[in-house]
């Protein structure tokens, strides 16, 4: 037994090493789609440019694996590109009306980046498949760190601050 705990130690601080790696490569990259995506935005282009997409896959030859793992990269630094532009402050206060349903959509839409943490305390299907579709990491539970939170309740009005916290979404 304690060679398996040994083992599982030595492993999961070979990962915790890989993830941090990964972690600084994926920040550089998107320091480098930031710069792309400026030059882009200036020169009137889209940032999504299927050629060179092929061409970097074409060149790296990447199994199923590594090509689910590289588009979703794509998609990643495609965002951070697509929203250089956008005219919020990061502290923007933006109200979102309709039903239900309908202002769950726009949250996602409106607060998603992936990877950002979105907590819901209790299960709801609703609120994790909306935010889950916009690569956001659902979480059930409460954060353990400085959060805004999101009422959605039954009226037809829900406020929503942004910024770089991770998101309490609540509904009532």
Known sequence: ????????????????????????????RRELATMIGIS??????SPRDSSRENYIKNNLKL?????????????????????ISL?????????????????ILSIAKII???????????????????FSKAFCHVIIGLPDRDHHIVNINSGIKTEVILDSKPVLVKWK
């Open 1 to 28: 037994m304690v060679a398996f705990i040994d083992e599982m130690e030595l492993l999961r601080s070979e990962i915790m090493k890989n993830t941090r790696e990964i972690i600084e490569l994926i920040e550089k």
């Open 40 to 45: 882009k935005m200036r020169n009137h282009l």
């Open 63 to 83: 199994d199923d694996f590594g090509l689910s793992i590289l588009n979703m990269i794509f998609e990643f630094t495609i965002h951070y590109e697509k929203n």
């Open 87 to 103: 005219d919020i402050n990061k502290d923007s206060i933006i109200e979102v009306n309709g039903d239900y349903a309908s202002r």
């Open 112 to 130: 998603s980046r992936p990877g950002r943490e979105i907590y819901i305390e209790d299960n709801n299907d609703l609120i994790e498949e909306a």
